[in-house]
């Protein structure tokens, strides 16, 4: 299916000051914590400003991390409204088959709407745990984990919690979540290619592994800022977003930080409350966030560890931004701001294209790990540097896998796959090469560094992959060829407690 475009503005004519993005354009830049890959900010329903950090592009899929979370809630939305899912049914009711194990009083008075908002009664994460106790079916592992408290009354950050969730929805349709969300949410708002992890039962896992354009994450919290309302017709139920984007559980702590961090504003059912509106958020700068004061949605992609650092250039920046009628002459800033967004890119590494001489030194050069041990990129064994028939290439080896990358001299040098990558690289002196590796469909970059007069090399992640199995696992997961993997249908048994 063809997305049709997002209806598109000039930001003056929406009451933006073209102004306050540049201003945040350059906050991101300037920060050396943040690398920005993408932002897309709508106003009253038209697309005002959007831009991508070259080598990403528009189509390129991302891995969204937790956003996918609120993706997990809105499937759990349709399954109430089409009488699939009850948030007070308690969530061993979904699992008869269960019914002799939990014996814990807390965990069977467990309901659906504790896990859908992290209030499970535990005090800290818990999948782990739960894949240890049983590697078939993490949500029996997780019933078997007594909460500390009961639940509803203390929020803990669970991945187990929204895999629970996520397991029943995908119970409840007989579908996979994708599978159920494409004629209910992604066709009818545009939303074109998306894919999403599994796990070893063939389920998708639901608390991250959603891959989707930037522009699948706007037109989600256009959604929800319409109150499930999509260009006049209704998509979902605006009960639901309101049932999904209050406060069900405090996160706060009480103190003066916690006063100033968006994660201590309370969180819904799969999305957080913030100091301004709410938000769906995955690690390292994946963002959805609505402002309903503001009529204004901000997608981002990024790649940093100082994800309030970004929420607060935005809070500084994009805010006062938005004015409450069209800016008088048309907006000076508009035609700036317009080519500002067409050019951007992240920068290459500084470095020679070519090695000086003596350069054949470099030919067939093989690496080992410097110290016998490369920790901080986990599985990585070498490094291969040779000339090859279009420029030199550097080979990173795994055990028995290979990734071949192509050092193209200056700029990045953009490979399609399997495992998409752009490469930036070169020489900082005769005896040192250093290769930084984007892995496209991730937030993540490597940065890799081969030392000629020791033949060994360091390789070091700038945002650490949180659940890769391998460098080539950093991409877009296959699908089945399928309408999506079938759960067996279970309806709801009469509650258990």
């Not at 354009?213 to 309101?242: C, F, H, K, N």
């Not at 049932?243 to 100033?260: K, N, S």
């Not at 294209?353 to 030919?363: I, K, T």
């Not at 000629?452 to 080539?472: Q, V």
């Amino acid at each position: 299916m063809t997305a049709r475009p997002l209806s598109v503005s000039t930001p003056a004519e929406q009451g933006v000051d073209a102004s306050g993005i540049t201003a945040f354009l350059d906050a991101v830049e300037a920060d050396p914590d943040i690398e920005p890959h993408s932002l897309m900010i709508l106003r009253h329903g038209h697309l005002v400003a959007s831009g991508w950090w070259a080598p990403y592009t528009p189509e390129r899929l991302q891995l969204l991390y937790s956003l996918s979370k609120s993706f997990t809630s809105t499937a759990a939305g349709f399954a109430v409204a089409e009488g699939l899912l009850d948030l007070d049914d308690p969530v061993i009711s979904y699992f008869p088959e269960f019914e002799a194990d939990i014996t814990d009083p807390r965990s069977r008075a467990m309901l659906v709407r504790h896990v859908a908002a992290m209030a499970s009664g535990h005090l800290a994460e818990t999948y782990a745990d739960a894949v240890r106790l049983d590697r078939e079916e993490a949500v029996r592992g997780f019933l078997l984990i007594p909460p500390d408290r009961d639940p509803g009354t203390v929020f803990a950050y669970n991945q187990s919690a929204t895999y629970t969730l996520a397991t029943i929805v995908q119970r409840v349709t007989g579908l996979s979540l994708t599978a159920y969300l494409r004629p209910r949410l992604f066709d009818p708002l545009g939303i074109g290619e998306t894919a999403w992890t599994r796990n070893r039962a063939g389920r998708e896992i639901g608390f991250s592994g959603l891959h989707a354009a930037t522009d699948a994450i706007a037109r989600l919290g256009q959604l929800y800022l319409r109150e499930g309302v999509w260009e006049g017709q209704r998509v979902l139920p605006a009960s639901w977003i309101t049932e999904a984007t209050r406060t069900h559980i405090a996160t706060a702590d009480g103190t003066p930080e916690g006063a100033r961090s968006d994660w201590q504003q309370g969180y819904g059912l799969q999305f957080w409350r913030a100091r301004h509106g709410y938000r769906g958020d995955g690690a390292y700068g994946q963002y959805c966030v609505v402002l309903p004061e503001h009529d204004a949605v901000i997608a981002t992609t990024a790649a940093t560890d100082r994800m309030q650092d970004l929420l607060d250039l935005m809070w500084r920046h994009l805010l006062p931004a938005f004015g409450t009628a069209p800016l008088p002459g048309g907006g000076q800033g508009d035609d700036a701001l317009r080519r500002r967004l067409a050019r951007l890119a992240l920068p290459p590494v500084e470095a020679r294209s070519e090695p000086p001489e003596p350069g054949d030194a470099w030919s067939d050069a093989v690496f080992v790990p410097e110290g016998g041990v490369c920790a901080d990129q986990r599985s990585l064994t070498g490094v291969v540097v040779a000339e090859g028939d279009k420029g030199r290439r550097v080979t990173l080896v795994e055990g028995d896998r290979r990734l071949d990358l192509r050092l193209g001299g200056t700029g990045w040098t953009v490979d399609p796959g399997p495992t998409p990558t752009a490469v930036s690289g070169g020489w900082t002196d005769s005896g040192t090469l250093r290769v930084d590796v984007l892995f496209l469909e991730t937030p993540h970059r490597m940065t890799v560094t081969c030392s000629l007069p020791e033949r060994t090399f360091t390789a070091r992640w700038h945002t650490t992959p949180l659940h890769a199995r391998s460098m080539g696992s950093l991409r877009v997961p296959s699908q089945p060829s399928s309408t999506g993997h079938r759960e067996t249908p279970h309806r709801a048994t009469p509650s258990v407690t």
